[in-house]
């Protein structure tokens, strides 16, 4: 499977415990994003690399949230010190972002990570 | 960003040709539509991206008016596997998306 693949799938926590998720984008894609969806919503932008740069972090995102992608790879996510409201969907995509292929409106999506805080 | 709006849902049944019409009266000049579906459990898939006129593919056709200022994607025969939710989503490269909530779409037998 060459697919978005994340894990874990499923992560039940305590409130004020510290999380992180694992992201493996499509091997060539150089753009990898970090999404949040709750239930009936729309997925909800966090953050997005190109290869090992952090380029844009949602102004939504609280400090409690850190992303990386130390290689150009793989990209982890974590929550510090989480709380019920962090419960939600995390989901992960990739893309190739070239500027002459202009490929980047077709993002790959990872199945999720479903967090919940309790 | 062009803010997009779209039915809350839909009911169809199987074999119908299902058209969801998406308005984003301020798109830009350089703003490309794009059309996703979500299935429970899973993320989002990308369908289709225009930029006027009409785009088809093996899954859907994407009809886009001359002043852009909305676009519709039409399912043909649609089954019960369609039964999904379908973003519309307004974007320019090198942007980030913006989903809404999105079309929830249910095909009965």
């Known amino acids: 499977d060459t697919g978005v693949s994340q894990d874990p799938r499923h992560k039940i926590t305590k409130r004020g415990q510290n999380v992180t998720f694992r992201c493996d984008p499509i091997?060539?894609?150089?753009?990898l994003y970090w999404y949040r969806q709750t239930l009936g919503q729309g997925p909800e932008f966090l953050t997005y690399?190109?290869?090992?740069?952090?380029?844009?972090k949602s102004r939504l995102l609280s400090d409690r949230f850190s992303a990386e992608r130390p290689k150009g790879s793989f990209s982890t996510l974590e929550i510090q010190r989480t709380e019920q409201g962090d419960s939600a969907m995390y989901l992960c995509a990739s893309s190739l972002g070239l500027a002459g292929a202009r490929k980047d409106y077709e993002q790959y999506f990872g199945p999720g990570t479903r967090l919940t805080v309790t | 960003l062009a803010k997009t709006t779209q039915p809350i849902s839909m009911d169809s049944y199987e074999g119908q040709e299902v058209n969801i019409t998406c308005s984003h009266n301020?798109?830009?000049?350089?703003?490309?539509i794009t059309w996703y579906q979500q299935f429970p459990s899973q993320g989002p898939r990308f369908i289709i991206q225009?930029?006027?006129t009409k785009v088809t593919n093996e899954v859907a056709s994407l009809f886009i008016p001359a002043d852009r200022k909305s676009s519709t994607l039409s399912l043909p025969r649609v089954s019960l596997s369609d039964t999904a939710v379908y973003y519309c989503?307004?974007?320019?490269?090198?942007?980030?998306?913006?989903f809404g909530p999105g079309t929830r779409l249910s095909v009965l037998p």
């Open positions: 225009g930029y006027k």
């Open positions: 690399f190109q290869n090992e740069a952090q380029l844009e």
């Open positions: 091997s060539e894609h150089n753009r």
């Open positions: 301020n798109i830009a000049t350089n703003d490309y």
């Open positions: 989503l307004v974007y320019n490269y090198g942007q980030n998306f913006v």
